[in-house]
């Protein structure tokens, strides 16, 4: 429903037509219309007058447009009015079932994003030491003669591929197509930097590394733990269903952090915990569970591995070890177990704050084993609720744009590749060949994990002899890339000067353009932004969305997915890249784009949304329940909304997608699940299959391994499958049989297609089976490194030597004695280059920062507004303003993540493309945050290192 002009008349018509009520409408009915307020006094006197100047109205044709914001994960929905071609107006959409009619300041102000001045207009090459304008045809040669050369002399791998969340859908699916057809796994996004460690942890806990429910179901929760969240600036729409759940269900919302943020102003219970202590804070809650029979014994028995040897682990964790290690004391603690263990179903929420750690993987599976005990995942109210940064995010992690995995996490083994290649039809023995062929550390490359985003700076200047790979990183493609958003900003520095050749595709020339101190060899390619393109998005909750095309695309940009066809055409790989996808001009249809990975994603169930079934969602916003996000009436009656994965088998098989996983209450075939049998069938003898508990009309009615050809014919089901069908699955299982028989079988006996299995609290694989307290690698702390100390350094994770032990050694906790952090603004999101050219966004915040306590103010004798520097461990700097505030304690300062332009005291304004600089410089905290990554996942670490401050 759009709000629109409407005469009473047409109002009640529309009413009458089931559109909803105008916001004009209702306040005309109310008494909170002007005069309504006016009477009662409650506008003072002087604040209604009559308008005196408007600026004038096109009279042209209004062309109404559907969309969803490009900011944040929560995928809220947006009307365009375009007129002429123009974005003349946007407005909330009222009817969207997630949104509502809600939005943030970011979202407010989209419509300047469309036609922003500050963008880059044309190809350009940074040429001694100026900016000179170029044609995409001489920029597509000139980059793709150098890339060529560098394969011929360093190999594939020397070229890196780091791409973006702010893709569609359909884009990330080809760029990971387009790195592999030219022979590399050194390809990823922002993801490896923010919820990598969720995906790692969680999926090897229960199967899938995604958000179990969904914002809206949030509602129905009765308790909501935020755990390194701060939902009301990063995902602010989003706590309209926090505030729904505290006034109809009286939830009790408890917010765990270093500091004291806007969430905690609005929660039952804020515990102020010491930075990188998550897990000993869970164990601590766990302890109480415990002790006083608060878990949910029945579901741990059914749908649970490994519980007993958690209880011996937090048996390690009494209350004074626990205040010890958080900072919280007993009082506190038992408070927010009981309160958790009395209001179920509920949830626990995280963000960065929880991933962005070197234990982070650790932490993601802590927060997952609350859950489980207190049986709450798999409920309507309950889960894992894991909010995303970036509104792609989630697509672009499940359509492999990593360097660990192909598309729908399928993985880099060699029946992966065959699964992929025989969905492109490629033929494999060609696509092999395209990688170095060479064996290092005992792995070829092309099944070999790729070196990721967190890393590449390491990839151009470590030793070449201790990288796994021929040769280091010789140039890097930034294709929708914040540089700012990563650690050690010095080195980053030194990297990008070593470069042959550095590549920026981006509405923006990004603080990439500015900070690499070179003269030479930089490009900047003008991209699209989402809206003058078309596509699908997925949001946290899984729901996918479609987006139309607003407005046409602005100066010279070209939308993503026709530059990596213009440059496969240069590295001679188009063919293969569009073998099955029509391409108008150069530009690859999107549809058919959707169409080809239909056929693939079987793991995680992106094969049954098809294009017409998503437009269909998006043109029927209203027909979608708020809480439920169920259909009512229209063709998608019974459906939920966007779709959300795992959407079953094929399009005509009308699954109407999963809103809850795990969710043993509903049939498979209406969105039911148990978890995911992935893990095996046992281990020393116990089982690893659920025990007495399967989704509703589950034929076999317990666990069961996951379904493959040999099971149906086991279970006599094989002649289910039509003689077609036969043909295709036979030594085939349910991710790879390409014709969906064997999901569709599964699913007509009640069963998932991905097995009945138990979630795990034990990780076997992974350096810490069991989640454990490990000191941050520069810690305040000196005291607790010997009892909780990090891991020993490893010779090669990610192809690359990682350190651990020799960085914790060092101790800098006198020179360095706060615990500094970082997180977002409300104003800004990721590494600020979009928002802060955008004038109406700029305004509301002009300055970097530094929260800073008020003792550690006084004692520094620094006042409130006054320029400050922050030192890192590192040798990194950064020049800030001081804000002063208690929302921080006296062992902690804060500065948010979406500043860059300056770097250690140096501005670099006069270093933009004249026009395109954004409104706001500021310093980059990541100049100042230091070494440490996951071993899991290379995670970078952001929320838990050390600095000292100083008056300017």
């Not at 090459?125 to 980059?143: D, M, P, R, T, V």
């Not at 490194?785 to 800098?812: G, M, N």
């Not at 303003?881 to 300062?893: E, Q, S």
Request: proline share 4%; glycine share 10%.
């Amino acid at each position: 429903m759009r709000l629109t002009k409407k005469t009473a008349a047409s109002t009640d018509a529309a009413q009458s037509e089931g559109l909803g009520v105008s916001r004009r409408g209702f306040l005309k009915g109310t008494s909170v219309a002007a005069g309504g307020l006016a009477a009662t006094g409650l506008l003072g006197q002087g604040m209604i007058r009559k308008a005196e100047a408007k600026t004038a109205k096109s009279t042209a044709p209004v062309e109404v447009k559907r969309t969803i914001c490009t900011h944040c994960s929560v995928g809220c929905g947006v009307y365009a009015h375009v007129q002429e071609g123009v974005w003349t107006y946007q407005e909330a959409a009222f009817d969207h079932p997630i949104n509502k009619g809600a939005h943030c300041a970011k979202g407010a102000a989209l419509r300047h994003h469309g036609h922003s001045t500050r963008r880059l207009k044309y190809p350009m090459k940074l040429e001694g030491g100026k900016w000179k304008k170029l044609s995409w045809e001489q920029a597509i040669n000139e980059i793709g003669d150098k890339t060529l050369q560098i394969r011929e002399e360093s190999g594939p791998d020397s070229v890196f591929w780091l791409g973006s969340a702010k893709f569609n859908n359909e884009q990330a699916y080809l760029f990971r197509k387009f790195a592999s057809l030219w022979g590399t796994n050194n390809v990823d996004h922002q993801a490896r930097i923010c919820h990598s460690t969720t995906v790692a942890g969680v999926a090897n806990t229960w199967g899938y590394g995604a958000m179990t429910n969904s914002y809206n179901d949030m509602q129905n929760s009765k308790s909501i733990l935020f755990i390194g969240s701060n939902a009301a600036e990063a995902h602010p729409v989003s706590m309209q269903h926090t505030l729904i759940a505290k006034e109809r269900n009286n939830c009790k919302v408890v917010v765990v952090d270093p500091r004291y943020t806007r969430t905690a102003a609005k929660a039952d219970e804020y515990v102020r915990i010491r930075s990188g202590s998550d897990v000993a804070y869970i164990w601590g809650l766990l302890w109480h569970i415990f002790r006083n029979g608060w878990e949910d014994k029945e579901y741990i028995k059914q749908r649970v591995y490994g519980m007993d040897e958690i209880r011996k682990e937090v048996e390690q964790f009494p209350p004074a070890v626990v205040e010890d290690i958080t900072g919280v004391g007993e009082a506190q603690m038992y408070k927010v177990a009981k309160m958790l263990a009395d209001n179920t179903p509920g949830c626990v929420v995280w963000c960065m704050g929880g991933t962005q750690h070197t234990t982070g993987n650790n932490n993601t599976r802590a927060y997952c084993i609350l859950e489980l005990a207190l049986g709450n995942t798999g409920k309507s109210g309950g889960g894992a609720n894991i909010y995303r940064g970036h509104d792609n995010v989630q697509g672009a992690t499940d359509f492999g744009v990593l360097s660990n995995s192909l598309p729908g996490y399928y993985g880099l083994a060699e029946g992966s590749w065959k699964h992929w290649a025989g969905v492109w039809n490629v033929d494999f023995a060609w696509l092999k060949n395209r990688f170095d062929q060479n064996t290092y550390r005992g792995t070829k490359p092309m099944n070999a994990t790729g070196i990721p985003v967190s890393r590449w700076v390491d990839g151009v200047l470590e030793d070449k002899e201790k990288i796994a790979q021929k040769d280091n990183l010789r140039a890097v493609f930034y294709w929708g890339h914040a540089v700012n958003s990563q650690t050690r900003g010095p080195e980053m520095r030194e990297a990008m000067k070593k470069l042959d050749m550095m590549v920026i595709v981006d509405p923006y020339p990004t603080v990439a353009a500015v900070m690499n101190d070179r003269t030479d060899g930089v490009y900047l390619l003008p991209a699209c932004t989402q809206f003058e393109t078309y596509g699908s998005v997925t949001a946290s909750n899984r729901s996918i969305q479609w987006r139309d095309r607003v407005i046409e695309p602005h100066f010279e940009s070209k939308s993503d997915h026709e530059i990596m066809y213009l440059f496969a055409k240069k590295l001679g790989f188009a063919q293969e890249l569009t073998k099955q996808i029509k391409v108008n001009g150069n530009e690859p249809l999107i549809e058919d784009i959707v169409r080809e990975y239909n056929r693939g994603m079987w793991t995680i169930g992106y094969t049954g949304q098809s294009p017409e079934r998503l437009k269909y969602h998006q043109q029927n916003w209203h027909a979608f329940d708020f809480t439920s996000l169920r259909g009512v009436g229209t063709e998608a009656d019974g459906e939920f909304y966007g779709l959300p994965w795992p959407c079953w088998g094929t399009a005509e098989m009308k699954h109407p997608g999963t809103h809850i996983l795990y969710d043993t209450s509903l049939p498979v075939k209406d969105g039911g699940l148990g978890f995911r049998a992935n893990f095996g069938v046992e281990r020393n003898g116990v089982t690893l299959l659920a025990e007495g508990s399967a989704p509703v009309g589950n034929e076999i009615g317990d666990g069961h391994p996951e379904f493959t050809a040999d099971l149906l014919k086991q279970l006599g089901w094989w002649d289910d499958l039509t003689a077609e069908e036969k043909k295709a699955a036979e030594g085939k299982n349910w991710k790879t049989d390409l014709s969906g028989g064997i999901q569709r079988v599964a699913i007509k006996h009640g069963c998932a297609p991905f097995g009945n299995g138990k979630a795990r609290t034990i990780v076997w694989t992974f350096p810490d089976a069991i989640p454990k307290h490990r000191e941050p690698l520069y810690t305040t702390r000196r005291d607790l490194v010997a009892k909780y100390p990090t891991w020993d350094d490893f010779e090669s994770i990610f192809r690359l030597p990682t350190l651990y032990k020799s960085i914790q050694q060092r101790d800098t906790s006198a020179e360095f004695p706060i615990i500094l952090t970082s997180g977002r603004l409300v104003e800004y999101e990721g590494g600020g280059d979009e928002t802060r050219s955008n004038p109406w966004l700029a305004e509301l915040q002009q300055d970097m920062f530094v929260e800073i306590n008020p003792f550690n103010a006084n004692t520094l004798r620094i006042r409130d507004g006054q320029d400050v520097w922050v030192y890192g461990p590192e040798g990194g700097k950064a020049k800030v303003k001081a804000l002063v505030t208690n929302r921080v304690d006296r062992n902690v300062a804060f500065m948010p993540f979406h500043f860059g332009g300056r770097f250690q005291g140096e501005d670099l304004r006069s270093r933009y493309p004249e026009g395109s600089d954004p409104y706001v410089l500021g310093e980059s905290v990541n100049t100042v945050t230091t070494y440490g990554y996951d071993p899991v996942t290379l995670m970078q670490e952001t929320k838990t290192t050390v600095c000292r401050i100083e008056a300017a």
